[in-house]
Nanobody, 125 residues
């Protein structure tokens, strides 16, 4: 069973940076499809960034050029480096994984079936 634990959230001013971490257990460190999502109060959850074991990362248009997703293969940990933060980035951020992902498969936002509990990010203007 895949378990995901997020950390690194907090409160910063607009223009600042944060780095979120997602520690995965019970998940392959060589064949993976993982992502970050966020949900603001009163809004639907949205995909922010994706990373998999055989393709380039994918980003939502709203975060391109500001956020970077990466993975430490030695630790099976996924990071989300967030720079130039804006008040509209305020949300609960969730890490997710596709536990059925196999080499050569498609990694997409809608394929995630394992979720962490989230970490809060608050950006003040």
């Amino acid at each position: 069973q895949v378990q995901l634990v997020e950390s690194g959230g907090g409160s910063v001013q607009a223009g600042g940076s944060l780095r979120l971490s997602c520690a995965a257990s019970g998940y392959s460190d060589s064949t993976y499809c993982m992502g970050w999502f966020r949900q603001a109060p009163g809004k639907e959850r949205e995909g922010v960034a994706l990373i998999d074991s055989h393709g380039p990362p994918d980003y939502a248009d709203s975060v391109k050029g500001r956020f970077t997703i990466s993975k430490d293969n030695a630790k099976t940990t996924v990071y989300l480096q967030m720079n130039s933060l804006k008040p509209e980035d305020t949300a609960m951020y969730y890490c997710a994984a596709d536990s059925f992902f196999r080499s050569g498969g498609f990694c997409g936002y809608y394929g995630m079936d394992s979720w962490g509990k989230g970490t809060q990010v608050t950006i003040s203007s």
